[in-house]
């Protein structure tokens, strides 16, 4: 049995946007330190990631959005030379710091190289413990601390390099992963399912924009046993339905009732049962391919115990 890869890179630390901000490097401190001491690392085979080719990032992206954040990277090293700040906005909460671009390059690089190593079989599965996250990217815009849609990119990886004809992508965030539907809606080769709170942050998703785009809204304070029954309701027929041959986790652990940034009432053992049924949906139907992205999650000690309970499933420790 091959082992359960775990991708990650000093350089997702090197990314900050500011004292203060929710999407800070010590999230991957947490999960790191998590990991070590309840002995679950020592299960994972553990990958540095390469940073994603630019042809690669244009899988999911328009050829001007990656020169811009290029050009933006660029002007910021050259304003800070001259004294200049030391970060550039791209919205009110997102902002690049002089390692963004490689530390992003190096997300989707991660999740590039576990979707190879997946398909190759030289791992089961693969999480890919990277920032900044990627499901709020658009194909032309940066947006809620996203940069470019780590998911979306393997997922047109797999379908265009590898040659699959159908992947689902499956998205646990709290919020609406509006970058991965704008990217995806209406490919007929991907299949998105998602639940999110609603009204949240970005406030998008109801109605979705295509029919392969099943989103489920839900109200705040929305616990566990409620998702639980939406998703074998919902989520599981039409995944096996549609017998994907690879899937893709948007692994965000915001949705946790410890997490300030929703209102929802996930807890670590809600995580582990969502991760057991996708296990059971990509061993029935896709050999068990899977390859989990880090989203969001930021109280840390929900993020790290949440993480871990996800891993262990996937470990099947
Ligand atoms: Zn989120």
């Known amino acids: 049995m091959a082992p359960t890869g775990y991708f990650t890179h000093p350089d997702c630390r090197k990314h900050r946007m500011g004292d203060g901000h929710p999407e800070c490097p010590e999230r991957l401190d ?42 933006l990277s660029d002007a ?33 690089g991660a999740a590039l190289a576990a979707t190879d190593a997946v398909i190759a079989g030289e791992l089961a599965n693969a999480f890919c413990a990277v920032r900044p996250p990627g499901h709020h990217a658009c194909r032309d815009r940066a947006m809620g601390f996203c940069f470019f ?3 979306a990119i393997a997922a047109r990886h797999a379908l265009q390099r590898h040659g699959l004809t159908r992947v689902a992508v499956v998205d ?32 998008s998703g109801t109605p979705p924009r295509a029919d392969n785009m099943l989103n489920l809204p839900v109200p705040p304070y929305t616990r566990g046993a409620a998702v639980r029954e939406l998703v074998e309701r919902h989520w599981l027929p039409r995944l096996e339905a549609f017998e994907p041959q690879m899937l893709f986790v948007s692994a965000g652990f915001d949705a946790h009732r410890d997490d300030d940034l929703g209102q929802m009432g996930l807890v670590e053992a809600d995580y582990a049962w969502l991760t057991e049924r996708l296990v059971d949906v990509a061993r029935r139907h896709a050999g068990g391919r899977l390859v989990s992205v880090l989203e969001g999650g930021y109280n840390l000690p929900a993020l790290a115990r949440s993480v871990e309970a996800h891993l262990r499933v996937l470990a099947d420790l």
């Open 76 to 108: 910021l090293v050259e304003d800070m030379a001259a004294g200049g700040p030391s970060l550039a906005h791209v919205d009110p909460d997102t902002a690049m710091n002089e390692h963004t671009w490689t530390a992003a390059l190096r997300a989707a």
């Open 172 to 203: 646990f965030d709290v919020h609406h992963g509006n970058g991965t539907e704008d990217i995806l809606a209406g490919d007929p080769r991907v299949l998105m399912v998602g639940f999110f709170q609603h009204p949240l942050y970005p406030y």
């Open 30 to 71: 947490a999960i790191e330190d998590r990991l070590l001491i309840c002995g679950v690392a020592d299960a994972l085979q553990r990958m540095e990631a390469a940073p994603a080719p630019l042809a690669d990032l244009e899988l999911a992206h328009d050829r001007m959005h990656v020169a811009a954040l290029r050009g």
């Open 149 to 151: 849609n780590n998911v």
